[in-house]
């Protein structure tokens, strides 16, 4: 872990330097290395998100067809969506690890 890192999870640390203006020196933690699976794991989910990026934009399969043409035409082009459409999606994520 970095020194910025561990500074930044040092919470007893940064109250100690806030609230009683004592120095702020960070507790050492260990790092933890990268494990093939970990590497592989999210090397595979770049590549799979890819291809269904790749695959969805060309040509839609026939079952998703339905979903993709209601999305396409959801999104207006005006800039406003530019914004409301990754708001959707991070709200979205946050609720699926919210329910997890």
Do not use: I, K, Q
């Not at 933890?32 to 592989?40: F, K, N, Q, S, Y």
């Not at 709200?91 to 690890?97: C, K, N, Q, R």
């Amino acid at each position: 872990m970095s020194h910025t890192a561990a500074l930044f999870v040092d919470h007893r640390g940064y109250a100690s330097a806030a609230l009683d203006g004592g120095p702020w020196r960070a507790a050492s933690a260990p790092l933890e290395p990268w494990t093939a699976a970990g590497v592989l794991g999210g090397a595979a989910g770049v590549v799979l998100a890819a291809l269904v990026a790749v695959r969805l934009r060309h040509r839609a399969p026939r079952v998703l067809r339905p979903v993709t043409s209601r999305l396409r035409a959801a999104h207006s082009g005006h800039v406003g969506d530019y914004a409301a459409w990754p708001t959707a999606g991070v709200a979205s994520f946050g609720l699926l690890l919210f329910t997890v």
